[in-house]
């Protein structure tokens, strides 16, 4: 490796080592104002709305497609131009990506909570790179955070299961982080949280379907000194009122097959 490439990458890890939750299992990174308003704006004006599949809790779409339901496979395209430009720009500036297989996003699911919505306790699974980012944009909500219930936590394929639960733990190999679980990562709009590592694969992350979120403070709220405006928060008494929250939620999906193989493949079975 040349030397340039070390201290670049070396100036990546810097740059993130400053936004990590420091009171959770590794690794949570919380980035606020990682877009615009502008930008935000711009991104929300473009998500095309014949697109959304609407489930009981919310509504999501996936870009460029759906992975493949029997084996987690995404055919590959590219992201539209508004998913890329600025954010994944940005992530690369970060090396948020620099280790999966891509090296990059190549999915991105945007889900759309309305006021009093939210998404069961889960784990994101095994179809992609233990790497999500997650930019929020609308209102603030709160992402609950907590271990597995068992071990063996029926770890789900991606999407939520109606079984596992967020569970309180005062003792675990979880410790010696200082802030027990379960507990809150506050994501603000325009911000970026970025999960990895145990974070991805021994946590369950939910969002709990309530109008308000309250009782919001430095001990309530794991990533408290990294909010772009924790003031604003305390000036409303620690309450926080819900309106429609939009998150991205870039991933690197392990399994890509291009569609010039799909044809060759059936060319070759003929
Ligand atoms: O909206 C969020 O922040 C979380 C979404 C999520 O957990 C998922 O899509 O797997
Ligand atoms: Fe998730």
Same mark, same amino acid.
């Given at each position: 490796?040349?030397e340039?490439?070390?201290?670049s990458?070396?100036?990546?890890?810097?740059?993130?080592?400053?936004?990590?939750i420091a009171?959770l299992?590794?690794?949570?990174y919380?980035?606020?104002?990682?877009?615009?308003?502008e930008?935000?704006?711009s991104?929300?004006?473009?998500?095309?709305?014949?697109r959304?599949?609407?489930?009981?809790?919310?509504?999501?779409?996936?870009h460029?497609?759906?992975?493949t339901?029997?084996?987690n496979?995404?055919?590959?395209?590219?992201?539209?131009?508004?998913?890329?430009?600025?954010?994944?720009?940005?992530?690369?500036?970060?090396?948020?990506?620099?280790?999966?297989?891509h090296?990059?996003?190549?999915?991105?699911?945007?889900?759309?909570?309305?006021?009093? +919505? $939210?998404?069961?306790?889960?784990?994101?699974? !095994?179809?992609?790179?233990?790497?999500? /980012? #997650?930019? &929020?944009?609308?209102? %603030?909500?709160?992402?609950?955070?907590?271990?597995?219930?068992?071990? +063996? $936590?029926?770890?789900?394929d991606?999407?939520? !299961?109606?079984?596992?639960?967020?569970? /309180? #733990?005062? &003792?675990?190999?979880? %410790?010696?982080?200082?802030?027990?679980?379960?507990?809150?990562?506050?994501?603000?709009?325009?911000?970026l949280?970025?999960?990895?590592?145990?974070?991805?694969?021994?946590l369950?992350h939910?969002i709990?379907?309530?109008?308000?979120?309250e009782?919001?403070?430095?001990d309530?709220?794991?990533?408290?000194?990294?909010?772009?405006?924790?003031?604003?928060?305390?000036e409303?008494g620690?309450?926080?009122?819900?309106?429609t929250?939009?998150?991205?939620?870039?991933?690197?999906?392990?399994k890509?097959s291009s569609?010039a193989?799909?044809?060759?493949g059936?060319l070759?079975r003929?």
């Amino acid at each position: 490796m040349s030397e340039i490439v070390e201290q670049s990458i070396a100036a990546e890890a810097d740059a993130l080592k400053a936004f990590r939750i420091a009171r959770l299992p590794p690794d949570f990174y919380y980035i606020p104002n990682f877009v615009s308003v502008e930008e935000e704006a711009s991104i929300l004006q473009k998500i095309p709305s014949q697109r959304w599949v609407t489930l009981s809790h919310r509504r999501l779409q996936a870009h460029p497609s759906t992975l493949t339901e029997n084996n987690n496979t995404l055919l590959g395209s590219p992201l539209p131009l508004y998913l890329v430009k600025p954010v994944v720009e940005r992530f690369k500036d970060l090396g948020i990506f620099r280790d999966t297989p891509h090296a990059e996003p190549n999915h991105v699911l945007i889900n759309e909570y309305r006021k009093g +919505e $939210g998404i069961m306790p889960h784990e994101d699974g !095994s179809a992609y790179a233990h790497v999500v /980012a #997650t930019v &929020s944009l609308g209102t %603030s909500i709160c992402l609950d955070v907590g271990r597995k219930m068992t071990a +063996e $936590g029926g770890s789900s394929d991606g999407r939520p !299961s109606q079984t596992e639960t967020i569970e /309180a #733990t005062h &003792s675990s190999d979880l %410790s010696p982080y200082s802030l027990l679980l379960p507990t809150r990562i506050l994501q603000e709009p325009r911000s970026l949280l970025i999960t990895t590592g145990t974070a991805y694969t021994d946590l369950l992350h939910g969002i709990a379907s309530v109008e308000v979120d309250e009782h919001l403070n430095r001990d309530t709220v794991a990533n408290w000194d990294l909010l772009g405006d924790a003031k604003a928060v305390e000036e409303k008494g620690g309450t926080l009122d819900r309106e429609t929250r939009v998150s991205l939620t870039y991933r690197d999906v392990l399994k890509v097959s291009s569609a010039a193989g799909k044809v060759l493949g059936a060319l070759g079975r003929r």
